[in-house]
Nanobody
């Protein structure tokens, strides 16, 4: 098992930046996939970015070129650098880990982008 704790959310103006952190309770070195999801009010949770153990990352089309996912195995932390934020990025952002078919989630951190 692994516990995930997100931080770094907040209120920012459109065009601004935030960096989210996801701290894991144990080593993430052997965790196959780490990801960030988000859920806006009244909408389904959607995948934002994912990064594999070897480092390849993938992004939702809506955030490509603006968001960057980084995996720091030494710090047991995954980051989501978010630049050029838009009001439509407003959501609760969740960290996710998948290992041996099990999904682990953090409690989420709120990101609000004002226009």
């Amino acid at each position: 098992q692994v516990q995930l704790v997100e931080s770094g959310g907040g209120l920012v103006q459109a065009g601004g930046s935030l960096r989210l952190s996801c701290a894991a309770s144990r080593s993430i070195f052997n965790i196959n996939a780490m990801a960030w999801y988000r859920q806006a009010p009244g909408k389904q949770r959607e995948l934002v970015a994912t990064i594999a153990r070897g480092g390849p990352s993938k992004y939702a089309d809506s955030v490509k070129g603006r968001f960057t996912i980084v995996r720091d195995n030494a710090e047991n932390t995954v980051y989501l650098q978010m630049n050029i934020l838009k009001p439509e990025d407003t959501a609760v952002y969740y960290c996710n880990a998948v290992q041996y078919g099990n999904n682990y989630w953090g409690q989420g951190t709120q990101v609000t982008v004002s226009s």
